[in-house]
């Protein structure tokens, strides 16, 4: 229970703990900053589902069913055309089902959480050395963007030097697009850098 007269606005604190209200001030417009800045990624990501499972799953169910009405239809008239017609279809659904899981490990990947950044990266073709386990942001941040990133390069290594974490991707094309603006935003988030050469991508993200 506060003392009666205690002003419990941040100034009030702030004039307590003898800081200048200036400093509270651009704390609370770096706490709105950061707010802006996590719904627009929020925003972003589910934008981009959205339109991978109305271009991507979508499609790919409504083929299904047309492919399954045509092999019905003639499965009495034709039934080497109905097999073979849903052989097709088999591979179609395969298919299918590869983009729902890739789909699925880009939303989200069981194995950061449960297994450590370590494993979640060799997943995804990245070297890992001397990883621990680190605050869920921050393997967060670095998984998303060596997910966004790995494509690009020929080569990617994430690394630790004790107190410091590192990501290198080798032969990214030089190209600034949203992807790279968002692993930027990602890495900055926690704290770190990602600088973009003509060698490639480099980002380190302060563990202390």
Do not use: N
């Amino acid at each position: 229970m506060r003392p009666p007269g205690t002003d419990a606005t941040p100034f009030g604190f702030a004039a307590k703990a003898r800081l200048p209200p200036t400093a509270i001030g651009l704390a609370l417009l770096d706490a709105a900053a950061y707010s802006l800045h996590v719904f627009s990624e929020f925003d972003r990501e589910r934008r981009r589902i959205e339109e991978a499972l109305h271009d991507g799953v979508q499609q790919d169910l409504a083929a299904t069913l047309g492919a399954l009405e045509l092999a019905r239809e003639l499965l009495d008239a034709d039934p080497a055309a109905a097999r073979s017609e849903l052989e097709d279809l088999a591979a179609q659904v395969e298919a299918a089902l590869e983009r729902v899981r890739a789909l699925a490990r880009s939303v989200y990947p069981s194995i950061l959480p449960a297994r450590g950044l370590t494993d979640a990266l060799r997943s995804l073709d990245v070297e890992a050395a001397d990883l621990e386990r680190y605050p869920l942001e921050v393997e967060e941040a670095v998984y998303f963007s060596c997910a966004a990133l790995r494509s690009r390069a020929s080569r990617a290594r994430v690394w630790s030097d004790g107190a410091t974490l590192r990501l290198e991707l080798l032969d990214v094309a030089a190209v600034e697009d949203i992807q790279l603006s968002q692993a930027r935003e990602r890495i900055a988030a926690v704290g770190g850098q990602l600088d973009l050469s003509a060698g490639g991508v480099s980002a380190s993200v302060p563990l202390r």
